[in-house]
């Protein structure tokens, strides 16, 4: 009965590829988004989306390109991969935005490892 | 937008002892701080959270205070068991980053049997 799952959860691919990972939640939240944890463990946001509508686009380059068919999917494609995009991407979705009066607390997926030679 | 910083990156201690995680953060309007905690190759998940107009909080073994003034929030365990080993994220919310939690870089806390 998994709240946020994702796939695959390894990836290993050449340089210059295409790649996608997907994620589903059965939470029924509104909210969903992509981190990246890098080598060192530093968790970043990259993407969030509320309503399928993009509300949080970091400094992400061009290659990565999150979609939402529906508020409980939201699927990660990456473009002409390179050896730096090597990663745990992680999945998650909140019934609310964090701030304010919310808690907007984050249930993870397990992490899609990301590994480009 | 919001910057947390957190000390130490890692934590060595022996069972039994208490665990101090220190962050900072730099948007006085943030007013949402929770902790996560990340066992060795599963997922970041919720211990303890805190808002800003509450000094301190406790759940058994865990607490977590926030110095609004200074900008500072803390995580702290008492009677550490090797089960706690894992890593510590602070992170914090609302303000100019509303909507999105910005995470402390985290602490590898070890507990030694």
């Known amino acids: 009965d998994t709240a946020v799952s994702q796939t695959p959860k390894y990836l290993v691919t050449q340089m210059g590829n295409d790649k996608s990972i997907k994620c589903e939640q059965n939470?029924?939240?509104?909210?969903m988004y992509w981190y990246k944890q890098d080598s060192k463990k530093f968790l970043k946001i990259m993407f969030s989306y509320n309503n399928k509508e993009l509300i949080i686009n970091e400094t992400v380059p061009n290659r990565f390109s999150p979609k939402s068919p529906d508020k409980a999917h939201l699927n990660l494609h990456i473009n002409s991969l390179e050896l730096g995009d090597s990663a745990v991407y992680f999945c998650?979705?909140?019934?609310?935005?964090?701030?304010?009066?919310?808690?907007?607390?984050?249930?993870f997926g397990e992490g899609s490892r990301l590994t480009v030679l | 937008g919001e910057n947390v910083e957190q000390h130490p990156s890692t934590l060595s201690v022996q069972e039994g002892d208490s665990a101090v995680i220190k962050c900072t953060y730099s948007?006085?309007?943030?007013?949402?701080f929770p902790w996560y905690k990340q066992e060795l190759g599963k997922r970041p998940q919720l211990i303890i959270d805190i808002r800003s107009n509450v000094g301190e909080k406790k759940d058994q073994r865990i607490a977590v205070t926030l110095n609004k003034t200074a900008k500072h929030f803390s995580l702290h365990i008492t009677e550490t068991q090797p089960e706690d080993s894992a890593v510590y994220f602070c992170?914090?919310?609302?303000?100019?980053?509303?909507?999105?939690?910005?995470f402390g870089q985290g602490t590898i806390l070890t507990v030694h049997p």
């Open positions: 939470l029924g939240h509104d909210t």
């Open positions: 998650a979705s909140s019934q609310r935005l964090a701030g304010g009066g919310n808690t907007g607390e984050l249930f």
């Open positions: 992170a914090g919310a609302g303000g100019t980053s509303y909507g999105k939690l910005t």
């Open positions: 948007d006085s309007a943030s007013n949402y």
